[in-house]
């Protein structure tokens, strides 16, 4: 059966330091993988994805991530932390499209200024 | 285009009392969860749908939890009668699954309804 480990329940950055988000799965088959972020009160939104193609994916607001298979590795990051990036990630999988979503536990970060 | 639709965002309820959660999806998505987030934890899947079929319900405690989705559109989750450690956001999303495989199929989430057992 299919997981995922985030290491680090709780990061914390200075506004304009690099934000890395640790995320490893395991998975028997080749997985598709995401990373969601959730605002306090909010709901999930999805940041970035990996399916297929090019290991390295870019997704918004200026996060980026590396698929790792010899890792098992779905490390989440972004270059300069910005005050706004205060959130909850969760890095999750799944086997196919459509299929249900694993979450891992969350990471919160916190910025400072 | 508006997005998945949840109501109500909170409730407090004693326990062995029941509740009821609305969601509307994303018009036109063939695909809608359910997920219940607790407190510190990531969100776990409690049903899926597919139109007006279930695809996948195997960690929903059915002695309790009910969904149903008439007419493939809007759902209703209904917990009857709550624990205590039914207390979590439980959240919707949905999907466009039309074509199966397709990369264009994100989950989107709805605002999620935060349940209070006392």
């Given at each position: 059966a299919q997981s995922v480990t985030q290491l680090g329940s709780h990061v914390s950055v200075s506004e304009g330091a690099l934000v890395l988000l640790r995320c490893n799965y395991s998975s028997s088959v080749p997985p598709y993988l995401f990373w969601y972020v959730q605002y306090p009160n909010q709901g999930l939104q999805l940041l970035l994805k990996y399916t297929t193609g090019a290991t390295l994916v870019k997704g918004i607001n200026g996060f980026e991530a590396e698929f790792k298979k010899s890792e098992t590795s779905f490390h989440l990051t972004k270059p300069s932390a910005h005050m706004s990036d205060a959130a909850e990630y969760f890095c999750a999988v799944t086997l196919r499209q459509g299929g249900k979503l694993i979450f891992g536990q969350g990471t919160e970060l916190s910025v400072k200024p | 285009e508006a997005g998945v639709a949840q109501s109500p965002r909170y409730k407090i309820i004693e326990k062995r009392q029941s509740v009821a959660f609305w969601c509307n999806p994303i018009s036109g998505h063939a695909t809608l969860y359910w997920y219940q987030q607790i407190l510190g934890q990531g969100p776990k899947l409690l049903i899926q749908f597919q139109n007006n079929g279930v695809?996948?319900?195997?960690?929903?405690?059915?002695d309790r939890f009910s969904a149903e989705r008439l007419k493939g559109v809007d759902s209703t989750l209904k917990i009857?009668?709550?624990?205590?450690?039914?207390?979590a956001v439980y959240l919707c999303a949905s999907s466009?699954?039309?074509?199966?495989?397709?990369?264009?199929d994100t989950q989107y989430f709805g605002p999620g309804t935060r349940l209070t057992v006392l």
């Open positions: - | 695809v996948d319900d195997s960690q929903l405690p059915k009857q009668p709550a624990k205590l450690e039914d207390s466009s699954n039309i074509h199966p495989g397709s990369i264009t």
